[in-house]
């Protein structure tokens, strides 16, 4: 029978013991496969979410980390070897979730909900402190730029493909259009405004923002 191995702490223990000069507790080995705890799991990632809005990458550390979750540091550790794999783990997780395919019928109307959905998510408090850190961290770390930048390929270009494609299929725009340049259009000048100039988006901006944008796919 498996048994469970998010006993908070446990592992904490024995290493302070250790420092004390006690023997260290003995464990007993478990009858089964250890048993990597959902809920464990899920507080530890959210733990990470707050951590990361905090205090940024550069301070983040797996021990604050399982403070917040309520377990101990080696629960995190039986799950991500270093907070550089705990971060890219949920970065991936993020880009495999995605955003809605809007299934407006019209590029405008689909061009203006994917903005609404994408500006909300951007101004939510924790992801506008940990995107703009994760950048700057990209710049320093290659593993961070290549999942970030795996990221916005299959989230955000994923869901842009998608409308860009219904749109060529109603025939709003012509098929056979640099497909690059128009991934570049629908999710480049939102992304600017929210997450490196960060300022804040007026009244009707992401419908005003989807009209010039289907205008410039159609001109391409």
């Known amino acids: 029978m498996a048994t ?7 592992g904490d223990r024995g290493e302070a013991a250790a420092a004390k000069g006690q023997a260290k507790p003995k ?3 478990p009858a089964g496969a250890a048993v990597l705890r959902e809920d464990v799991t899920e507080a530890i990632r959210e733990a990470v979410f707050e951590e990361l809005a905090a205090v940024g990458y550069g301070r983040l550390s797996i021990e604050a980390i ?12 039986r799950r ?13 997780a993020l880009a495999v979730q995605g955003l809605p395919a809007p299934d407006t019928g019209s590029l405008d109307g689909d061009l ?3 903005y609404e959905v994408t500006s909300r998510a951007l101004r939510h408090p924790v992801a506008s402190q940990i995107v703009p850190d994760l950048l700057a961290e990209a710049a320093r770390n290659p593993e961070i730029q290549e999942a970030l930048q795996r990221a916005l390929r299959e989230g955000q270009y994923g869901v842009a493909s998608g409308v860009l494609r219904a749109a060529v299929e109603r025939g709003e725009v012509r098929a056979g259009l640099d497909e690059d340049m128009a991934l570049d259009l629908i999710s480049g000048p939102l992304y600017w405004r929210v997450v490196v100039v960060r300022s804040k988006l007026p009244k009707g901006y992401a ?4 009209g010039a944008t289907a205008g410039a796919l159609r001109a391409l």
């Open 4 to 10: 469970s191995e998010d006993t908070p702490d446990d």
């Open 27 to 29: 464990r007993r080995a």
């Open 66 to 77: 399982a403070r917040r979750a309520g377990v101990g540091k080696t629960a995190v550790y």
């Open 80 to 92: 991500w070897r270093s907070k550089l794999h705990l971060v890219l783990d949920l970065v991936s």
């Open 112 to 114: 203006r909900l994917l």
């Open 207 to 210: 419908g005003r923002l989807a």
